[in-house]
């Protein structure tokens, strides 16, 4: 029997790419890229950040939920 492997191409965060990227909550077309249709936050093995920058769009998501700029729910 033939296995076959599978290689995923490492993902690089974006943000430690591009230093002019800032992440704030009232970005919310940056912040959409990274909320699932159920507006479920996406995780880091999915979204390809680092660790650092996964806990900033994750604090930023939660701020604009509570001033009602992100749903708390999907549709």
């Known amino acids: ?6 290689l995923r191409k490492k993902r690089y965060c974006k943000f430690c790419k591009d230093e002019k ?6 970005n919310i077309n940056l912040l959409g890229n990274y ?3 159920n ?8 979204s390809g950040n680092c660790a ?13 939920r509570q001033m009602a700029l992100l749903p708390y729910v999907g549709k």
């Open 52 to 64: 650092r920058h996964q806990r900033q769009i994750t604090r930023a998501i939660k701020r604009a």
């Open 21 to 26: 990227l800032i992440i704030d909550y009232k």
């Open 1 to 6: 029997m033939d296995k076959k492997v599978y």
């Open 39 to 46: 507006a479920k936050i996406l995780p880091r093995r999915i």
């Open 35 to 37: 909320v699932m249709e």
